[in-house]
């Protein structure tokens, strides 16, 4: 069954850096899409960031392109989000999620991803 395990997040100063983790709980991250998202306060959720398994084809929201790095290990049990120059909009739960997909291609609508990680907390303030 599909289920991933998160950590990293906090509190962090306007500027500063934090990196996430997803770990995939007993299983291998072969031909899948992994993508972060996240929601705040009031907001939809929205999706930040993917990445496909099968070709390292990544993708990013315009709000945060050229400031987040998704990757993934060799292993493939285990994707990570670098965050840096954060901003207080950046505020918000962030939470890791998967589906099966052999092409490179992913989408971010949330409804198609399973496996959905426990949610951290990220806050970006002074």
């Known amino acids: 069954q599909l289920q991933f395990v998160q950590s990293g997040g906090g509190l962090v100063q306007p500027g500063g850096s934090l990196r996430l983790s997803c770990a995939a709980s007993?299983?291998?991250?072969?031909?899948?899409?992994i993508a972060w998202f996240r929601q705040a306060p009031g907001k939809e959720r929205e999706g930040v960031s993917s990445?496909?398994?099968?070709?390292?084809?990544?993708y990013y929201a315009d709000s945060v392109k050229g400031r987040f790095t998704i990757s993934a290990d060799n292993a493939k049990t285990t994707v990570y989000l670098q965050m840096n120059s954060l901003k207080p909009e950046d505020t918000a739960v962030y939470y890791c999620?998967?589906?099966?997909?052999?092409?490179?291609?992913?989408?971010?609508?949330?409804?198609?991803?399973?496996?959905w990680g426990q949610g951290t907390q990220v806050t970006v303030s002074s």
């Open positions: 990445i496909s398994s099968s070709d390292g084809t990544t």
């Open positions: 007993g299983f291998i991250l072969d031909y899948y899409c």
């Open positions: 999620a998967a589906y099966i997909e052999p092409g490179p291609w992913c989408t971010m609508t949330p409804a198609r991803y399973g496996g």
